[in-house]
């Protein structure tokens, strides 16, 4: 599918199948989160645009890229997105930090938004939409349509595991989001859990079950 990319490095798949282990505890649980974010994180940045400076070396002045002002921000979808906090701040360090506060209503399984705090300038910032799992779509394409609201045009999604349910409800919904993740699983059980999953990651991440 277009616009949808899967990051099957062997380091992320390894570190994946520690993750959806039941018996992984918390503390590593939440390490492997940070982790397989770090790593997607450079790969999600592949497409940052350079421009070329003058450097001196102790030899000679060489002709060199760095990255171009580009101004980003990540916002995690509380509350499981905060794992992914941290490993994308390792790489992108100038990064800014938006929130945006969602819960699944278990009735309806609809997305329902309790907060949002998005950086001032963030309409000309280029948004790293972040949610461990994709599973319905309905946190995700609601997330986008909070961003899009606020003027925000520039946006990308980025979730450790997806189910195609949740890869179809975002794309159909707005086609020109990315949508990155490192696996891609079979389908969503009647409680909508991605299967096989690893469960609840807000649970998995901060231990309250
Ligand atoms: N959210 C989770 O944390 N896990 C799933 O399987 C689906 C949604």
Not at 13 to 26: G, S, V
Not at 149 to 160: L, V
Request: aromatic fraction near 6%; hydrophobic fraction near 45%.
């Amino acid at each position: 599918m277009e616009n949808v990319f899967i990051f099957d490095h062997p380091l992320i798949q390894h570190k994946i199948t520690l993750m959806r282990d039941k018996n992984t505890p918390t503390k590593e649980f939440r390490e492997l989160v940070s982790e397989v974010s770090r790593l997607m994180a450079y790969e999600v940045t592949r497409d940052l645009p350079l421009v070329e400076v003058e450097v001196e070396t102790p030899i000679a002045t060489a002709k060199a890229k760095v990255i171009a002002g580009k101004n980003l921000a990540i916002v995690p979808i509380l509350r499981a997105g905060l794992g992914m906090v941290d490993g994308m701040l390792d790489l992108i360090p100038m990064a800014r930090v938006g929130h945006i506060g969602l819960y699944r209503d278990p009735e309806t399984l609809d997305a329902v938004e309790y907060y949002c705090k998005l950086p001032e300038d963030a309409a000309e910032r280029d948004i790293i939409l972040l949610d461990p799992m994709l599973a319905t779509g309905v946190s995700a394409v609601d997330a986008v349509n909070q961003l899009r609201k606020r003027n925000i045009h520039s946006i990308k999604f980025m979730c450790i595991i997806a189910a195609p349910e949740g890869i179809k409800n975002l794309h159909d919904t707005h086609p020109d989001v990315p949508i990155f993740c490192a696996a891609l699983d079979k389908k969503l059980n009647d409680q909508a859990y991605i299967v096989p999953g690893l469960g609840d990651a807000g649970d998995r991440l901060f231990g309250t079950k």
